[in-house]
């Protein structure tokens, strides 16, 4: 029996068993070529129809995306385009057929969607998701060296993780639950239990009737949070890092691969981020940008693109840091400014032109804690068993962040909108597949 080494189409070579889709089928008069395709690329392969007359009837109805496994020898040739080799089949067997494809490159967006899994089949498309790989490997690496302990939690909770608005209430049993709008209690908690620095990764949910580029319903999160935080500076230092070395991953692996085939520089950015603080912000938009914004009031769309527009042009980096938000735009957990209490220890990420993360100090006292949670107009009796009560057996300052890691994949490659950075997408109208 010949002894056939089991591979893929990239590494093929001498004698050889490959399993893959049917990609392309040229059916000539004396002669087949066909197209083989798998994750790590094309082979092409050819069947002489006199020496192989029932092979070659098979062939003769493939279509796109017919799966095979075939067995055979690869030997070179000058004249095949195609890596200069090709494939010599001695047995083929149809292991999947297809129908012909409900989509194409024509069709929009949202039928694209309904067969999410067909159109991922595009090695662009596989590309961002192994860019995404790499990119949340740099930054669990970066966790992992750095002390920092994984935790898992629950994505369903007893109350509102934020002020109450845009979250999915759900029944469980005979009680009210509601889905995650983020990990911050459960990281508040690991702090509270001395574990000084963790990291979650963890699905978040959004009950938001949003239609922008970059918004969606349910995305991935990835959260960090520590202690023994002295400022928010503390807290924009580790994030910096973090980004640097998951960006650093995805250039060294992939970067040549993403400029070749989407056209897109993965810049590692330089340490420090700029940084700018919300009342410079104020002076900024109304002085270089002609547009005033009260001072008090949080950035909206426009304000956001005029701003991001100024960094980049003053400091030729695709991060800064907007930090010291006014106390009353940011979450309840928020720690207020020691010297100026209208202000707070926060932050926002800015990537290009895009905010990717919110991130703070947080509040760990648990008298002003329950002072916070009212003035946002929450009963904090609600609050607590499952949260104030974290901090009421002695519990260091902390702060944390956390990353959308869908959208920052969508920014990193230019991709025009989040749902071609998901694997599947989730929106207001939206629930398949």
């Known amino acids: 029996m010949e002894n056939y080494v089991r591979t893929d189409l990239a590494s093929a070579q001498g004698k050889v068993e490959v399993w893959a889709w049917i990609e392309k089928v040229r059916d000539q008069k004396s002669m087949q070529f066909v197209i083989l395709r798998d994750r790590s690329g094309m082979l ?82 596989r590309l961002i998701f192994e860019a995404q790989t790499a990119l949340t490997q740099g930054m669990r690496n970066y966790c992992i060296e750095n002390g920092f302990i994984e935790v898992h939690c629950p994505t369903t909770i007893k109350n509102e993780s934020e002020s109450g608005s845009g979250v999915f209430e759900v029944k469980y049993f005979d009680k009210k639950a509601y889905l995650i709008q983020s990990p911050q209690f459960y990281k508040q908690m690991a702090i509270a239990a001395g574990f000084e620095k963790v990291f979650i990764a963890t699905p978040i949910y959004r009950a938001e009737k949003s239609y922008t580029r970059k918004h969606t319903t349910e995305f991935s999160g990835f959260d960090l949070e520590f202690a023994n935080v002295s400022s928010v500076e503390d807290v924009m230092k580790v994030e910096e890092e973090l980004i640097h070395a998951g960006l650093k991953e995805v250039s060294e692996k992939y970067g040549e691969k993403i400029k070749e085939m989407l056209g897109v520089d993965v810049i590692v950015p330089t340490l420090p981020f700029p940084r700018v603080t919300m009342k410079e912000v104020y002076k900024i938009l109304e ?27 003053k400091n030729n980096h695709q991060f800064f840091f907007v930090k010291d938000y006014p106390s009353d735009v940011r979450p309840f957990y928020s720690m207020h400014k020691a010297d100026d209490p209208a202000y707070s220890e926060t932050y926002d990420l800015y990537y290009k032109d895009i905010e990717i993360t919110s991130g703070a100090m947080r509040e760990h006292r648990p008298d002003i804690l329950a002072k916070q949670i009212a003035d946002k107009g929450i009963d904090p009796k609600t609050m607590e068993e499952n949260y104030i009560n974290f901090f009421k057996y002695g519990c260091p300052p902390h702060g944390g962040f956390g990353l959308g890691l869908d959208r920052l994949t969508m920014i990193m490659l230019d991709i025009p909108t989040i749902k071609e950075a998901m694997f599947v997408f989730r929106g207001p109208d939206r629930l398949n597949p």
Not at 288 to 312: F, Q, R
């Open 44 to 125: 092409q392969m050819t069947i002489e129809k006199a020496k192989q007359p029932e092979m070659a009837e098979v062939v003769s109805h493939f279509i796109q995306d017919y799966y095979v496994k075939v067995r055979g020898t690869v030997v070179p040739n000058e004249y095949v385009k195609l890596g200069k080799k090709e494939l010599i089949p001695d047995t083929l067997e149809v292991l999947s057929k297809a129908e012909v494809s409900p989509i194409d490159g024509e069709s929009s967006i949202d039928q694209r969607l309904d067969y999410r899994w067909i159109d991922l089949r595009d090695p662009k498309k």
């Open 287 to 313: 002085d270089e940008c002609d547009y005033p914004l009260d001072e008090g009031a949080d950035l909206d769309t426009e304000a956001e693109n005029l701003l991001s527009a100024y960094m980049m042009k």
